[in-house]
């Protein structure tokens, strides 16, 4: 043996010493593990003949840290599981001693092998893993040797002698392969173990339109070896100024220009890199991708029609959240445009190291800053404030992308470069993994495939994973996430580059897919896109609370006149929406502004509902038909109800009664058509009575009161179907609901009050969640049900203690919600504007028989404020919601006195409506969305709004009338 040998191995026991760090535990397990690694590694290593490339003492040693980690992944909640079953008490005074007992014990390896034979399933994974990782280093170390001139050449860089090898940088595909880290003496490389055909065609589309465009993009040097690459490893670094700041979100939309022109996926936040003042790309693999079919349904169900549309568009590339599915959760908070810092995740831990108190527990946890987004002056500039950049530089790729045909011929000279197919997501194969790490799934490969074979039906049920699941069973057995690709051209999948899978899942090739879609770009196309993005962003910053201003002229309806007649504008936007539209022959749907299960905003097809879904878009296309009969409109009526009824009959919100996204938004939409002859006559019928029984049996367990999702609401929409069909079950439920509110309300003395849904320790003023849209509600029942003294004398009370909230001094009411508002701005939801509507109809209500104050001065507030805010013009907080309300009481003998008054206000704020939308584009409820389509926060509220200007004969549906 040589002298560099004998210091080798010198160097190898010596880094033994370092592998064992503090956080560890029962180091004995892994140490019988590792002690055989160790001698395998070696002598591989030592065949290769590379003195003047490795720092071999530095390399083992990270080699054995990498491999401690899987050890430990795999088999550490067994150990804690083992070692818990040795005692049945705490030791008071010792808190380590039954832990010190089984640590020694470990140390003898008949003990470890005593454990393994318990656990086959475990034991076969470990010397699968261990086999892998083997031939997967050393693979790596080879290529680096081979390969080292060629890399020399391709970065130009003095990387010295390889140092270490971090292998936590992606997941496992394909035999224990990942994405690898490796430094070097001097700098970084990133091994990636697929071809890299794709990252070196988009470095040339790169350097061609740098060169030829005179832009100033980056992508990541690529060295492509086959089945391999090597890739420059890219820091972050924070920019200087906000010019930088300014520059990268301009680059960042360029780049999504060519990912949404490329139909790429999947660039989520660890896939970005924020490089001073550029945005790097630094997985490719997803880059092209074709549309993937997975049930023959796809006509016949609108959820996957949307859900097909919605992958076609800029939404697919995962920068932003969205959703796929009406009423999904959907991608939220993992994008490339998201900031992780400080956002809540969730994680398995080891708790009480070294204690009898071992465990792992699953334990929240804050994102730590991720590399995605510019730092300026050490804060995460986000993308808000720079929408119009970001947008600018989409659209210079989009419309280079438009004409050029160079960029098309690289593209169709690109036959076999393998792009990867992501049939589900990660975190699906993810979670079984992860769940089959826990010890009952670890002693019987039995157990394992029965575990697994729950895969054919998971995240969605689709028949093409009949043939699917058998590879992605066949990869999660040995504890690999599953691997699918393509050949660009060919629609042929395959499982991990080598087995085809059967699906029939692709009708046609990524590229023949990306060259139809660059040769049908068109300037419609774009705006739309441009929309999606306002839309995206807006949501986005509404859950995150951030203010902003965006000045975009991309939002001005360049089709307008100064001089525009209201019907003209009605029309004009009515087609633009009607472009917007997912068609196929029976159904209809959009893409919008809506709120997920979870309660956050998001982009994504429109669930059936009244306040963001099809159901308020469905009524203003039934009122606009109504005034200009439009046999157009009335095909697309028929689909929007077909849409609905389907989305209705598998909806989560089925069992929720709320009369403005559960299914008394339903009915309400139901028995609004019945002039349509969308339905007929009987089955409107059949249908409110089967709403009305299952009504009459759960009033007790509807837990909200309010107007806009509780009893409130379901009263008002109970008493509109008696309006049209009266029965004794309208009748028996509308007492049901009825005496429910009154039971719940807190009486005291000549007071009354609900507490409210949101908070039970406040009360609310105002209309849609407050006090008055309660009474509002009873009035109706007294009015058209019942004249029932008690529920007039509830009434009373219950104004009378709203009255508290009126401040007289400045004539407004209070704002009782924890916001920071110590008064509510005059709007229907909060605020004057709502309670002069549920008032004055109170009043008329109840024909003056209670006190009903505070009317006029509610009136006197909406006509001084009620234009005089920055909440846009939506019904729900904004002004055209405010000229609705006034539309709506003007003609009550409350107000003739005022009626002129109330006219030229209505007039003056529709003229500023449309100066503003000539000046600034839709400023819709949610800030800053000047695209979203719902009936309450976006276009189609301020266009019924306009309607009802039009035609007064048109019910508002602020009361649900």
């Not at 592998?19 to 535990?25: A, G, N, R």
């Not at 139809?516 to 306002?534: C, F, G, K, P, Y």
């Not at 089955?683 to 309010?706: F, P, W």
């Not at 969305?929 to 266009?943: C, E, P």
Request: one cysteine or more.
């Amino acid at each position: 043996m040589n002298k560099t040998q004998n210091s080798d191995n010198y160097v190898y026991e010596n880094s033994m010493l370092n592998v064992f760090k503090e956080e560890d535990y029962f180091e004995g397990f892994a140490q019988y593990y590792i002690s055989i690694f160790k001698a395998q590694i070696v002598k591989e290593i030592d065949r290769i003949p590379s003195e003047s490339l490795l720092d071999k003492g530095c390399l083992v040693e990270s080699i054995l840290i990498n491999y401690k980690k899987k050890i430990y992944y795999l088999a550490g909640k067994t150990l804690i599981h083992e070692f818990h079953q040795t005692f049945d008490e705490f030791d008071q005074k010792n808190e380590s001693k039954n832990y010190d007992i089984f640590s020694e014990r470990l140390k003898n390896s008949a003990f470890v092998e005593e454990i393994l034979n318990n656990y086959p399933v475990l034991q076969g994974l470990i010397s699968r893993s261990t086999s892998d990782f083997i031939r997967f280093t050393i693979s790596i170390i080879k290529h680096w040797v081979n390969d080292y001139k060629k890399i020399q050449q391709k970065f130009n860089l003095s990387f010295g002698k390889m140092r270490k090898i971090n292998m936590n940088a992606g997941d496992v595909h394909n035999g224990g392969k990942s994405v690898v880290i490796i430094e070097f003496e001097n700098n970084k490389l990133v091994y990636k173990p697929r071809s890299l055909e794709i990252d070196v065609f988009y470095e040339k589309v790169i350097d061609y339109v740098n060169q030829y465009y005179q832009t100033n993009l980056k992508t990541p040097l690529s060295l492509d070896q086959g089945e391999y690459g090597w890739q420059e490893y890219v820091q972050s670094e924070p920019c200087d100024n906000i010019e930088q700041v300014r520059n990268y979100y301009y680059q960042f939309g360029m780049h999504l220009g060519f990912i949404y022109a490329f139909q790429g996926s999947d660039f989520h936040f660890e896939n970005i890199i924020a490089c001073r003042d550029k945005p790097v790309l630094v997985d490719l693999e997803t880059l092209f991708q074709s549309s993937l079919f997975f049930s023959e349904e796809n006509k016949e169900n609108v959820n996957l029609m949307a859900s097909a549309q919605v992958n076609k568009t800029i939404l697919k590339s995962a920068l932003f959240n969205y959703m796929s599915f009406p009423e999904d959760n959907g991608l939220t908070n993992i994008g490339g445009l998201i900031n992780t810092e400080n956002q809540k995740g969730e994680k398995e831990e080891v708790l009480h190291i070294k204690t009898d108190k071992i465990s792992m527990r699953k334990k929240q946890y804050l994102f730590k800053r991720g590399r995605n987004l510019p730092v300026y002056k050490n804060k995460v500039a986000e993308c808000f404030e720079f929408e119009r950049e970001f947008i600018e530089g989409f659209k210079r790729i989009y419309f280079i992308l438009k004409e050029d045909l160079y960029i098309r011929n690289l593209i169709r000279d690109l036959n076999y470069a393998p792009i990867r197919i992501i049939v589900r997501p990660t975190y699906v194969y993810a979670s079984f993994l992860e769940t089959l790490l826990h010890p009952m799934y670890l002693k019987d490969y039995g157990e394992r495939i029965r575990v697994l074979s729950f895969i054919k039906d998971a995240y969605t049920k689709y028949e093409v994973f009949d043939s699917i699941s058998p590879f992605e069973i066949k990869d999660m057995m040995i504890g690999d996430i599953p691997y699918f690709n393509a050949p660009i051209s060919e629609k042929r999948v395959y499982s991990n580059s080598i087995h085809v899978v059967d699906t029939g899942i692709m009708k046609q090739s990524a590229k023949q897919e990306v060259l139809t879609r660059l040769a049908n770009m068109s300037e419609e196309d774009m705006h739309q896109q441009v929309s999606l993005i306002n839309m995206a962003l807006s949501s986005t910053a509404a859950n995150l609370d951030i203010i902003y201003k965006n000045q975009i002229d991309d939002f001005v309806p360049g089709y307008f006149k100064n001089d525009i007649q209201i019907k003209e504008l009605i029309q004009i936007e009515t087609d633009c929406i009607l472009k917007q539209a997912i068609e196929s022959e029976k159904y209809l749907q959009w893409v919008s502004i809506v709120s997920a299960p979870n309660g956050t905003l998001s982009v994504g097809p429109l669930s059936f509902g009244l306040y963001d879904g099809l159901a308020g878009v469905g009524l203003y296309f039934s009122a606009y038909d109504f005034i200009y009969n439009d046999e157009k409109v009335k095909s697309v009526l028929r689909k929007i109800v077909n849409s609905i009824n389907q989305i209705y009959e598998h909806s989560i919100y089925k069992t929720n009664f709320s009369a403005f996204y559960g299914s008394s938004s339903y009915i309400y939409f139901v028995n609004k058509m019945r002039d349509t002859g969308l339905y007929s006559e009987n089955e409107v019928n059949s249908m409110c009575k089967a709403y009305l029984e299952k009504l009459r049996q759960e009033t007790g367990q509807i837990t909200h009161t309010d107007f806009i999702g509780g009893l409130a609401g379901i009263l008002k929409v109970v008493i509109q179907l008696g309006r049209y069909h009266r029965t004794e079950l309208m009748e028996d439920t509308a007492r049901a609901v009825c005496k429910e509110i009154c039971k719940r309300a807190i009486q005291n003395r000549n007071e009354a009050y609900w507490k409210s849904d949101a908070d039970e320790n406040i009360v609310l003023a105002g209309f849609s969640h407050g006090i008055t849209g309660i009474c509002y509600a009873l009035s109706e029942y007294y009015a058209h049900i019942e004249a029932s003294g008690e529920v007039l004398r509830l009434i009373e009370s219950a104004l009378k203690y709203e009255d508290k909230f009126f401040d007289i001094k400045i004539n407004k009411w209070r704002d009782n919600r924890k916001n920071e508002l110590d008064y509510s701005s005059a709007m229907w939801c909060h605020g004057s504007c709502g309670i002069l509507l549920g008032r004055s109809r109170i009043y008329e209500n109840v024909d003056g028989r209670i006190h009903v104050g505070y009317i006029n001065e509610s009136l006197d507030d909406t006509l001084l404020n009620g234009n005089f805010h920055r909440q846009g013009y939506s019904l729900c907080h904004g002004t055209m919601g405010n000229i609705d309300v006034l539309h709506a009481i003007k003609e009550l003998s409350l107000f003739k006195n005022r009626k002129q008054e109330i006219e030229n206000t209505i007039n003056i704020w529709v003229n500023h409506f449309k100066e503003t939308l000539l000046k600034n584009g839709w400023q819709n409820g949610i800030r800053n969305d000047h695209s979203g389509l719902g009936m309450m926060l976006g276009k189609t509220g301020q266009l019924y709004a306009l309607l009802r200007l039009v035609n007064k004969e048109i019910p508002t549906p602020l009361a649900l009338d």
